[in-house]
């Protein structure tokens, strides 16, 4: 990511979130990338247990589909499966994707202050009306986290404490993951949310 740590220290004064933490959210995401570097497109995951609940023909397609099979995959695998989800429903696979540095997913996009999915989309891909740009995209990403926080009142009172503890990660990460947070981790055999953002934290402290 090209942003600045003033930049996202910025982005993190508009909601009043503690820096630190602010920014060790946004590295435990996505190492603070937005693009990826292999496809060049705009970094997902795409969900299909959400798929199933936007789409109501999901049932229709067959046991084999590429989306209906998608692992948490790299980002080759996941365009895959997005690309044939969008097939069905261009919507629905929106809806059912995270997307860039913070991993939100397209179907808060009602709750963010956008109109249509594919408008949350084009804002976090950088659009200005006329051109596509990775660096306004990356922007746009991190005011979206921004949104999601201050539109959930339990995140925003944590990330707005003067210093955070790994509880209060643990908290984090189950308003913003889940609640099996911690079962992913070790199915993906991973470090917990909680922990990696802790860890940032901490860093992140004693760089200021």
């Known amino acids: 990511m090209k942003l600045t740590r ?4 910025k982005i993190a004064a508009t909601i009043k979130a503690n820096p630190a933490a602010f920014r060790s959210f946004l590295e435990a995401e996505s190492n603070s990338q937005g693009f990826s570097e292999i496809t060049g497109k705009i970094i997902i995951q795409f969900e299909p247990s959400y798929f199933k609940k936007t789409y109501k023909d999901w049932q229709k397609s067959d046991k084999n589909s ?3 099979n998608n692992p948490v995959g790299n980002q080759t695998v996941e365009w895959k499966a997005f690309n044939d989800a969008y097939k069905l429903s261009p919507a629905a696979a929106m809806k059912s994707t995270s997307i860039g540095a913070g991993q939100v997913m397209g179907y808060h996009y009602a709750r963010l202050g956008f109109k249509t999915v594919n408008e949350m989309w084009d804002f976090a891909k950088g659009w200005d009306g006329k051109t596509y740009s990775n660096d306004r995209g990356e922007y746009n990403q991190v005011v979206l986290i921004a949104l999601f926080i201050k539109t959930d009142p339990r995140l925003l ?4 404490k003067p210093e955070l503890t790994l509880s ?3 908290l984090i990460a189950k308003y913003y993951n889940g609640l099996y947070y911690k079962e992913l981790a070790i199915k993906l055999d991973r ?3 909680d922990k990696t953002m802790f860890k940032y934290y901490n860093h992140f402290k004693a760089a200021a």
């Open 6 to 9: 003033v930049q996202i220290d």
């Open 157 to 160: 009172k944590i990330m707005q």
């Open 66 to 68: 590429v989306w209906l």
């Open 191 to 193: 470090e917990p949310y």
């Open 168 to 170: 209060d990660f643990d």
